[in-house]
């Protein structure tokens, strides 16, 4: 059984910096393509960056050099380096394969961007 757990959100203020993790069990980080999703309030959650199982690292424009996406394979840790941020990225954000996010949500880890 495969569990996500996400980790690193908090309250910051424009233009400030987070990094958030995504730990996984099994070999779902190492072996599959991830993606890392966003849901804000009274918002659908949507993909902001993913990780081809072999390729590299994507994001959709609204985040593009400002967020990275990375992992770790030996410690099963998928990562999202948050930088720049502005009030629009609150939210909360989870992990999960891409494209097809078929495994159980974790949590998900609360992003505030605020003055």
């Known amino acids: 059984q495969v569990q996500l757990v996400e980790s690193g959100g908090g309250l910051v203020q424009p233009g400030g910096s987070l990094r958030l993790s995504c730990t996984a069990s099994g070999s779902v980080v190492s072996n599959n393509a991830m993606g890392w999703y966003r849901q804000a309030p009274g918002k659908q959650r949507e993909l902001v960056a993913w990780?081809?199982?072999?390729?590299?690292?994507n994001y959709v424009a609204s985040v593009k050099g400002r967020f990275a996406i990375s992992k770790d394979n030996v410690k099963k840790t998928l990562y999202l380096q948050l930088n720049s941020l502005k009030p629009e990225d609150t939210a909360i954000y989870s992990c999960?394969?891409?494209?097809?996010?078929?495994?159980?949500w974790g949590q998900g880890t609360q992003v505030t961007v605020s003055s």
């Open positions: 990780l081809p199982d072999g390729g590299s690292p």
């Open positions: 999960n394969r891409w494209p097809v996010p078929n495994l159980a």
